[in-house]
């Protein structure tokens, strides 16, 4: 167990849907960061949240959308679902707001979605 | 992008060391070197990290070139458990400075 929880483990839905994946991450970690894996296309970075504040918007599309509560956990919700949007989703927590030698990143399980 | 080149797959016999190869020709001269690796079914976990000098950890070593174009990630005795796909990764600046994954090294422990 890392201590990054996420939730669901597995998502089956169908195409237009909309879903929400939750992270929460490992204790006194105040950064969250999502990664989609799919696979074609490897770990692909999304989005960073520092205490509760977006810190870096990567290759996230606008369907996406994700925020951090005054808790510290983390949520990402996907609309408008396509088939190509079947992942794995990753949440990961460090305890800095930069990514650098001395922040580690901790990863979840991931949620694994399905889009029918 | 801060790219890295990394052999598509290895093999391993178990309880051999294994010498898990990286180029990163690009490199600036403050980004560290990070190691991560993912287990089936399993989100990445760290493994170790340098700025310059050799490093050691419990899990592994990391061999830094004097040049710092290339690095090497050493498992000094693979076990079965060590089958996994190797990261080798630094920090993009394109993406405000996040980790670039690519597609690493799938790692194959033979018994």
């Known amino acids: 167990d890392s201590g990054v929880t996420q939730t669901p483990k597995h998502l089956i839905t169908a195409t237009g849907q909309r879903v929400t994946l939750r992270c929460s991450p490992r204790?006194?970690?105040?950064?969250v960061y999502w990664y989609q894996q799919s696979l074609d296309q490897g770990l692909q970075f999304l989005i960073q949240y520092y205490n509760g504040e977006e810190r870096a918007k990567g290759n996230i599309l606008e369907r996406f959308s994700a925020q951090q509560f005054p808790d510290l956990h983390s949520e990402l919700n996907l609309s408008s679902l396509e088939l190509g949007d079947s992942a794995l989703y990753f949440c990961?927590?460090?305890?800095?707001?930069?990514?650098?030698?001395?922040?580690?990143?901790?990863f979840g399980a991931g949620s694994r979605l399905t889009v029918l | 992008d801060a790219k890295t080149t990394q052999p598509n797959s290895m093999e391993s016999n178990e309880e051999e060391p294994v010498h898990l190869p990286c180029n990163h020709s690009?490199?600036?001269?403050?980004?560290?070197i990070h190691w991560y690796r993912q287990l089936p079914s399993q989100g990445p976990e760290y493994v170790i990290h340098?700025?310059?000098s050799n490093v050691n950890n419990r899990m592994a070593s990391l061999a830094i070139a004097e040049d710092r174009k290339s690095s090497t990630l050493i498992l000094h005795r693979a076990t079965l458990r060590d089958a996994a796909v190797y990261y080798c990764i630094l920090r993009d600046p394109g993406t405000g400075n996040q980790f670039y994954f690519g597609t690493g090294t799938s790692l194959t422990v033979i018994p």
């Open positions: 690009t490199i600036s001269g403050t980004d560290y």
């Open positions: 340098g700025l310059t």
């Open positions: 990961a927590s460090s305890v800095g707001r930069a990514v650098s030698g001395a922040n580690v990143l901790t």
């Open positions: 204790s006194g970690d105040l950064s």
